[in-house]
C-alpha cells in the first residue's frame, strides 16, 4: 500500500534559520501533497499544498517544492521564529482514492 | 475552524468493554476520517466514509468499526478495548475527495487500562 516516509524526526534549529523537512513517497499515482503544523495539545492544521502538476509553490516564509520523478517533497520555512515549533506531518493522497496517508512527522524546535 | 467536535475529549477504560468515540460535524463535508495518532507513528488511518452508509478500512483498521448512518456524525467503535488502542484519536472532515483541507476535531485521549 501507499506508504509516506518524513525525516527528520525532531530537527532544532536556531530562531532566524532555515528549516528544511523532507518526505518520500510510494505510489506514483499520488496527486495531491498537503503539510500540517500541530502545536502541542492542538489539532493538526494545514499550513500548505501541493498539486502535482505544480513543481513549487510559496507562502511567505513557507514554501513546498515537489519532485514527481524522485517522488519527494519537501517543506522550508526561512526565518524561523519561536511560534514556527511545533510537529509537521507530511501527506500524500492516493488518486482515484479518499485516502490521505500521513508521515510520521517532524518535531520542529526553533531556539530563541 | 470547520465545526467539527469530538466527544468524549477524554476516556479511561478497562480491558475488554466496548467503547465508542462520536465525531460531529456542522459543516455538511462529504468525507470523514478517523485518525490515531501515537508517538513515532504519525497519524494513521483507521476507517474513512465517502458517504452516508459508505465506509473502507484504513491502514490500522482490525478491532475498531465505523458507522455513518447521517452526514454529520462519524462513530467509532471499538468492540473489545485492548491496551494497544491507548491513543489520541482524530476525526477528520473534507469537502473534496482527494485534492483538498482536511479539517480536525479536538481529539479524544482514550486510555485503555
Known amino acids: 500500500g501507499e506508504n509516506v516516509e518524513q525525516h527528520p524526526s525532531t530537527l532544532s534549529v536556531q530562531e532566524g534559520d532555515s528549516a528544511v523537512i523532507k518526505c518520500t513517497y510510494s505510489?506514483?499515482?499520488?496527486?495531491?501533497f498537503p503539510w500540517y503544523k500541530q502545536e502541542l495539545g492542538k489539532r493538526p492544521q494545514l499550513i500548505i499544498d501541493i498539486r502535482s502538476n505544480v513543481g513549487e509553490k510559496k507562502d511567505q516564509r513557507i514554501a513546498v517544492t515537489l519532485n514527481k520523478t524522485a517522488k519527494h517533497f519537501s517543506l522550508h520555512i526561512t526565518e524561523t521564529q519561536p511560534e514556527d515549533s511545533a510537529v509537521y506531518f507530511c501527506?500524500?493522497?492516493?488518486?482515484?482514492?479518499?485516502?490521505?496517508?500521513f508521515g510520521t512527522g517532524t518535531r520542529l524546535k526553533v531556539l530563541a | 475552524d470547520a465545526g467539527i467536535t469530538q466527544s468524549p475529549r477524554h476516556k479511561v477504560t478497562e480491558t475488554g468493554t466496548p467503547v465508542t468515540l462520536r465525531c460531529h460535524q456542522t459543516?455538511?463535508?462529504?468525507?470523514m476520517y478517523w485518525y490515531r495518532q501515537d508517538p513515532g507513528h504519525g497519524l494513521r488511518l483507521i476507517h474513512y466514509?465517502?458517504?452516508?452508509?459508505?465506509?473502507d478500512k484504513g491502514e490500522v483498521s482490525d478491532g475498531y468499526s465505523v458507522s455513518r448512518s447521517k452526514t454529520e456524525d462519524f462513530l467509532l467503535t471499538l468492540e473489545s478495548a485492548t491496551s494497544s488502542q491507548t491513543s489520541v484519536y482524530f476525526c477528520?472532515?473534507?469537502?473534496?475527495?482527494?485534492?483538498?483541507?482536511?479539517?480536525f476535531g479536538e481529539g479524544s485521549r482514550l486510555t485503555v487500562l
Open positions: 477528520a472532515t473534507g469537502k473534496e475527495s482527494n485534492t483538498g483541507e482536511l479539517f
Open positions: 459543516e455538511n463535508h462529504r468525507y
Open positions: 501527506a500524500a493522497s492516493l488518486a482515484g482514492t479518499y485516502k490521505y496517508i
Open positions: 505510489d506514483s499515482a499520488s496527486n495531491y
Open positions: 466514509s465517502y458517504g452516508v452508509k459508505d465506509t
